[in-house]
């Protein structure tokens, strides 16, 4: 059983910068495909980012493209998302998934292939 804790989340205004966390337990971190996603109110679970076991595939929603990054820190277990630029309409809940797949990554923008989820954590960005 992996499971995921994010961290990072805040308020902050348009223009301004976040990393979020999302620290993993299991021993099997290093091969798995890690995502971002984010889910605003009213809306669907959207794709935001993914990252491959050994970050050598990074992929992104174009809504997000040149102002977020996604990386990966196996020795510590944790995904980030360093988050520039931030605008009002990138408010949501962000929560980060992982494949317990190793070395798989279809579907990597698909939340429902997706094996487990953190809680999430709230961004809010303000005009």
């Known amino acids: 059983q992996v499971h995921l804790i994010e961290s990072g989340g805040g308020l902050m205004q348009a223009g301004g910068s976040l990393r979020l966390s999302c620290a993993a337990s299991g021993r099997t971190f290093n091969k798995n495909t890690m995502g971002w996603f984010r889910q605003a109110p009213g809306k669907e679970r959207e794709f935001v980012a993914a990252i491959t076991w050994n970050s050598n595939r990074t992929y992104y929603a174009d809504s997000v493209k040149g102002r977020f990054t996604i990386s990966r820190d196996n020795t510590k277990n944790t995904v980030y998302l360093q988050m520039n630029n931030l605008k009002p309409e990138d408010t949501a809940v962000y929560s980060c998934?992982?494949?317990?797949?190793?070395?798989?990554?279809?579907?990597?923008?698909?939340?429902?292939?997706?094996?487990?989820w953190g809680q999430g954590t709230q961004v809010t960005v303000s005009s």
């Open positions: 998934g992982g494949f317990s797949r190793p070395h798989y990554y279809n579907n990597y923008d698909k939340p429902e292939r997706y094996d487990y």
